[in-house]
């Protein structure tokens, strides 16, 4: 019942698009734009409740306020950012540590697997409120849920990939004389590292989120405090603005990890391949 | 397939489980460990090395769940409502998103311009919306089941999505000369195709569901397993605290294995057993009708 997960979160079935790139942008945003007129309409006639669902120009507006003239969101900002770092950080190193020594012991995993079941069907957030009550209102307390949060998907998926890990591979790096730590280095990490990698993009994904139900439930600084307080004011258009920050947030935590992915197993992109073995070869014409 | 595979298959139950060595030294490792694990927690907690207001013993938290489910048994309705919200924000963020995927699955223009929008709801941590979410539909259940719907419904989307388009051409081609209707060629080749995917989805989308009705609730609430434990650590009863965990931990545990059985029963053929179960069935009830129509003629 452990089991890793790929969870490909990109959009399947989007073909390359052989139209010039203008034409597909001034059809995305001829759609995108028409949307947003609509719903400025529906609002500006009344139709919609101008307090709940604020106009999209009233939105655009007021990101003026909250990011130059008071520029209040970037202390928010700040905090919210450095806890989904440090705790992303702390999480999956912890994650993939415990899992490497749990996936070398046969007898470990075995008795360490029926908790790891239950831990898994726990809703992880929901331990904030104790570990609020552990930690305190600090720092400590935030840093602790987004590190559970992000402690699993990591472990579980390095778990699943070196358990499986190919016997034959095992048995020639054996016989080739390899020592254990090599084996493990040079072909079990390796042939793990897409499966690690989808589990630090999901720990990635959720961080985020954790950050923000800590935020909740213990802080008075940080992006979800001000989107709290932004709504519990009624302020609905720079609530909207707020969320959108976060949108654009997650999105560029998302393309970083895609970055990194693509670096660290390049050889499952050809232009990655490409890259590195033209490094080697002049690596290694240098040295002949 | 090989009858005797499958028969000795059937007969390793409990029974020639319980006579197995190997499987009674392990049952008896894993409790070993547990209650080795709990008597020194047990002992470090009466001999007073834990704080009580930290990290209560185990027959502390054991009191609290005695308390909480039959003493005052107030933990029901709590227990209910979020397994209400839970459970309806699943039903209708798993139809819309399934809705969606089928109509992005059947055409690539619309795929091609949702697509951004998609990306967008999923890289929004859902949570934040919460807020927002208060504000429009009050401080009830339907904000909760709200949240609920918004969470599962990025994980359905790309399963069922995925899962449709990974339809096998050959056997599409062959529906199509056979003169399938489309109709027929989606329900009878595209869903069975997609099918465990999509469950594959569905069994994600279900504990996050979970998830989503207990930060709505951390967030603003009356009633629900989420507020109930946020009251207990703010009381500083962790005890309790705690036996609300466990309840939690129960309830994530319940609706997987729920999800768990809806995908044996549907995607049967992706499980021996139960492929086999089905197909004697099926055997017998086409056996059935030979014989009857044999009976007529």
Known sequence: MIQGNMNDDAIPGLPEEDSPL??????HSAILFSLLGV??????????DPLLFPRPSAIFSSFVPLYVTRGIVWEHLWVTMSTVLAGFVVGTLLGIFLAVLAGLSETIHRYMKPYVIILEATPRIAIGPLMLAWLGFGFGAKLAIVTLVCFFAPFINTLTAILSANPAQVELMRSLGASKWQTLTKTIVPDAM?????GIRMAMASALGGALVAEFISSNTGMAVLLKNLA????MSSAFATLLSLTVIGYILYAMMEGIERRVIFWQNDAGLRRVSAQRKLHWEARA | MNGEVTTS???????TQLTDLVFLRRIFTHFGIFSAFIGVWEWAGRTGRLNDLIMPAPSAIAEALWRLYVVTGQIYWHFFVTFFEAVVGFFFGGAIGMG???????SLTFRRYIAPYAVALNVTPGIAVTPIFIAWFGFGWSSKIALAALIVFFPIFVNTLSGLLRTDRDTAELFRSLGASKARTFFKLMIPNAAPMIFAGLKIAMTSALVGAIVAEFASATEGIGILMQRFSHRLD??????????????GLFLFIIMEKADRQVVFWKHQDRLDAVSRNRRRRWSGTAAKELART
């Open chain 1, 22 to 27: 203008w034409t597909r942008v001034l059809k």
């Open chain 1, 39 to 48: 719903w400025e309409f529906l609002t500006a006639f009344g139709y919609a």
């Open chain 1, 194 to 198: 897409p499966m690690i990698m989808a």
């Open chain 1, 232 to 235: 519990a004011m009624l302020n």
């Open chain 2, 9 to 15: 298959k059937r007969g390793s139950g409990l029974a």
């Open chain 2, 100 to 106: 969606l995927a089928i109509a992005a699955a059947l």
């Open chain 2, 238 to 251: 962790i005890a309790s605290s705690i036996a609300v965990l466990l309840s939690m931990a129960l309830m």
